[in-house]
């Protein structure tokens, strides 16, 4: 699904942000990403939804480099990939319907089809009686809801969440949680930046650190005491 | 109750309409100087319109001259014999009657007329002043001819028979000053073109930096856009359709104001006279397809306008 070999990104004549990332993500599989703040979290997922290309180093994704990539291509890649921003980065002029309608238009699904599944969504992430609501006068957590919901309405190959629940408290967070969980039992290949250690102990996933620019794989505690459970 | 209810069950539709009729993902029609490009367009038409209408209005002038002309001669036998002494007017008669007789025999010529001595001074009269008489003032022959077909060749043969006439014979095709009056208002026509050229070149600087400036305003948003895959031409088309709107309303309301100028300037210039010098200035079929075409090619100006300034925009884009 994502190949990472070797990269390194620098912002203009800065240091290197992020050097030699080798990694690789199966289709199908459930990362957190973390580290401490600045460690490149942001930096990396904007890598990821090809919102940068990287100094050095070899892309790939779904199968195919993204280094000789055209941007017809790249366009259509990008429209496999749902992503909840850190910043959320909403329409302001646009409601929360047509924020989360979003993607489907530029898919040029019939609109139609984008009102039942538009309307269904956001009543399930707890915003039915708010859909015409404009961004600025929304709650961080609404906002944030909002967000999740334009970045899962198309149903992507590839979910990248840079800290999705920051800004929800624990109930509505762990019911967001849930929402990926079944993206990803459905076969969408999910990665999520957060630093809430309590989430990542909650769900099991491996993890991937962030730290002095490289990055390393962690399989989780309880998911190798699983493992040993399972073995004996 | 019932109004409130009836107010509720309106305002529920505007949204409903509103939603439906979401045109834009981005506000572009929000956006300063929007009025200004409007009226910049509006401007541009009407200044079209009259360049245009002006040129059409020459051309007729032009033709009309040319056909009216083109196929009229007039022969003149000067009263002066070449070297200084005066013709008589029996002479100035005698040359005339031969004169005609050999005109009438080429096939060329439709019909020869003599003109009276009356005609003649009153031809005259102008250069010389009401108040002077014509008593003792030596006046030539004139000869008005009519062609069939006014060929070169043909006035080229016209011109030797009258040489073995009579040497001083002169024969006005009226060639010169027409060739001029056409250089004119081939001229004119050409200033016409290069206006309404200039006009088209101001629309598309106006529209390609207008959009230039709402692309930095909505940079965020366009990005946005392009990260979630949309292709460029989804969104060039939200800045298209902005640019088309924009100018058919601008041209719009230009080609109404100067349809009307040019109704003004036809009514108060009358039909033109008999003279057949002026073409009567009422509103031609080229005037009014242009009046027509004018709002279309101002749209399509604006929208290919928009559409190459936004894909140059995101080609920066990685
Ligand atoms: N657009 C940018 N331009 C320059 N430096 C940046 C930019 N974005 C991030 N950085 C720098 O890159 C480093 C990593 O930032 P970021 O990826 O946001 O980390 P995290 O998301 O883990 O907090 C920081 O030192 C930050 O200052
Ligand atoms: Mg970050």
């Known amino acids: 699904m994502i190949k990472f070999e070797h990269v390194g990104l620098r912002y203009g004549v800065g240091p290197e942000v992020l050097s030699d990332i080798d990694f690789t993500l199966e289709p199908g599989s459930f990362h957190f990403l973390t580290g401490p703040s600045g460690a490149g979290k942001t930096s990396l997922m904007s890598l990821m939804y090809l919102g940068r290309k990287p100094t050095r180093g070899l892309v790939t994704m779904f199968g195919r480099s993204i280094n000789k990539m055209e941007r017809p291509q790249l366009s259509a890649i990008r429209q496999r990939i749902g992503v909840v921003f850190q910043e959320f980065r909403l329409l302001p002029h646009l409601s929360a319907f047509d924020n989360v309608a979003l993607p489907l238009r530029i898919l040029g699904r019939p609109e139609k089809e984008i009102r039942s599944n538009v309307t269904e969504l956001l009543e399930w992430v707890g915003l039915g009686d708010h859909k015409m609501m404009l961004p600025p006068t929304m709650s961080g957590g609404q906002q944030q809801r909002t967000a999740i919901a334009r970045a899962v309405i198309a149903r992507p190959k590839l979910l990248l969440a840079d800290e999705p629940t920051g800004n929800l408290d624990d109930e509505i967070g762990f019911r967001l949680m849930t929402l990926f969980e079944q993206l990803n039992r459905m076969g969408t290949t999910i990665v999520i930046a957060t630093h809430s250690q309590t989430i990542m102990d909650q769900f099991g996933h491996p993890r991937l650190v962030l730290e002095h620019g490289g990055l390393r794989v962690e399989e989780p505690k309880n998911w190798i005491r699983r493992k040993i459970e399972g073995v004996f | ?318």
């Not at chain 2, 367009?41 to 083109?70: D, I, K, N, P, Y």
């Not at chain 2, 007329?113 to 005259?124: F, H, N, T, Y």
């Not at chain 2, 106006?206 to 989804?234: P, W």
């Not at chain 2, 924009?246 to 036809?266: Q, S, V």
């Open chain 2, 1 to 318: 109750m019932n109004i409130l209810n009836s107010l509720f069950r309106t305002k529920d539709k505007q949204l409903g309409v509103a939603e439906r009729g979401r045109r834009y993902d981005l506000p572009l029609n929000k956006s300063a100087g929007t009025g200004f490009l409007i009226l910049l367009v509006a401007l541009m038409t009407f200044l079209a319109v009259m360049a245009l209408g002006a040129s059409f209005t020459l051309g007729e002038m032009a033709q009309r001259w040319a056909s009216g002309l083109e196929n009229r001669l007039t022969v003149e036998i000067p009263a002066e014999i070449t070297g200084g002494a005066l013709r008589s007017p029996s002479d100035i008669a005698y040359l005339s009657e031969k004169t005609a007789e050999a005109l009438k025999a080429d096939p060329a010529v439709e019909t020869v007329e003599i003109m009276g001595e009356a005609d003649v001074q009153a031809l005259i009269s102008p250069w010389l002043g009401e108040d002077l008489s014509f008593e003792g003032l030596p006046l030539p022959g004139l000869i008005s001819v009519k062609m069939r077909i006014g060929t070169p060749e043909a006035i080229e043969r016209l011109r030797h028979t009258l040489k073995g006439i009579n040497q001083d014979i002169h024969l006005d095709a009226h060639e010169s000053w027409l060739k001029d009056l056409l250089r004119l208002t081939g001229a004119l026509k050409f200033a016409a073109a290069a206006i309404t050229l200039i006009i088209a070149l101001t629309t598309i600087a106006a529209i390609a930096g207008a959009v230039r400036s709402r692309m930095a305003e909505h940079k965020a948003d366009v990005e946005l856009l392009h990260l979630m895959g949309a292709s460029d031409l989804y969104i060039t088309r939200q800045f298209q359709r902005h640019a088309l709107i924009l100018a058919l309303r601008g041209a719009l309301a230009g080609t109404a104001a100067g349809g009307l100028a040019l109704l003004l300037i036809g009514l108060s210039a009358g039909n033109g006279g008999d003279t057949g010098l002026l073409p009567n200035l009422h509103l031609g079929t080229k005037h009014v397809l242009t009046l027509i075409l004018l709002p279309c090619a101002a749209c399509l100006i604006a929208s290919l306008a928009a559409r190459f300034t936004v894909l140059r925009v995101l080609a920066l884009m990685p």
